[in-house]
């Protein structure tokens, strides 16, 4: 089975703050994804990456950035934290670009 | 644009009481269209991924079949763990809006199955 893990459930964090939100998945899949989700908005694509240290946008980048060291692990680097970040931070990961992608749990983040 | 429509945007049944959800879609070029399963706070589970019209996929009480402009995920005789909200994904092929392999997400259906 495939497993992605996110570092943590629910998170809060005040404005201003840098924030680390961690991905990462077992099953050697060459791509991984971080979106958000808001109600009435549904899922949208924040950052993508298809390799170690590649990264490319999504939808809506701003006031997001990335990191990806390691094929398994995916970074989303919130720089200094908004209210308007709040949200539910999904990661996916999928073998190959069109491959199926499988999520994680879920970070709930609340910034103050 | 590409777009992904559901409805209803909210579903009540009663135990055994079957019922299919809609995902419409507007996209230059479909490589596959995905179904998952989203519970309270959870990330998606991914069910089904469908590849052409006419095609049908079948996992215990739900079937997704797609046509050219839609899918639909019948649900047979739904049980209260049923219950959850379910969210249809399409992937743009490599000649429609970009080769990203990105999802586009409809805003789903929440699904109540009273017992």
């Known amino acids: 089975d495939v497993k992605v893990t996110q570092s943590s459930r629910y998170l809060v964090k005040r404005t201003g703050e840098k924030v680390f939100l961690e991905c990462v998945q077992d099953?050697?899949?060459?791509?991984m994804f971080w979106y958000r989700q808001d109600p009435g908005l549904g899922l949208r694509l924040i950052y993508f990456s298809y390799d170690v240290k590649m990264k490319e946008k999504g939808d809506i980048p701003e006031g997001y950035s990335v990191s990806r060291e390691k094929k398994e692990r995916f970074s989303l680097i919130l720089e200094s934290a908004s209210t308007n970040q709040t949200s539910m931070y999904l990661c996916?990961?999928?073998?190959?670009?069109?491959?199926?992608?499988?999520f994680g749990p879920g970070t709930r983040l609340l910034v103050l | 644009e590409d777009q992904v429509t559901q409805s209803p945007e909210a579903l009540r049944l009663q135990e055994g009481e079957s019922s299919s959800l809609n995902c419409s879609y507007t996209v230059s070029g479909l490589r596959g269209l995905f179904w998952y399963r989203q519970d309270p706070g959870k990330g998606p589970e991914f069910l089904f991924t469908?590849?052409?019209a006419g095609e049908e996929k079948e996992k215990e009480r739900l079937k997704a079949t797609l046509t050219k402009k839609e899918s639909f995920l019948h649900i047979t005789a739904p049980k209260p763990e049923d219950s959850a909200t379910y969210l249809c994904?399409?992937?743009?092929?490599?000649?429609?809006?970009?080769?990203?392999?990105?999802?586009?997400f409809g805003q789903g259906t929440t699904l109540q199955v009273k017992p």
């Open positions: 996916a990961s999928s073998l190959g670009r069109y491959g199926t992608q499988y």
């Open positions: 099953m050697d899949h060459e791509n």
């Open positions: 469908l590849y052409s």
């Open positions: 994904a399409v992937q743009p092929s490599l000649h429609g809006s970009g080769n990203t392999g990105k999802l586009i």
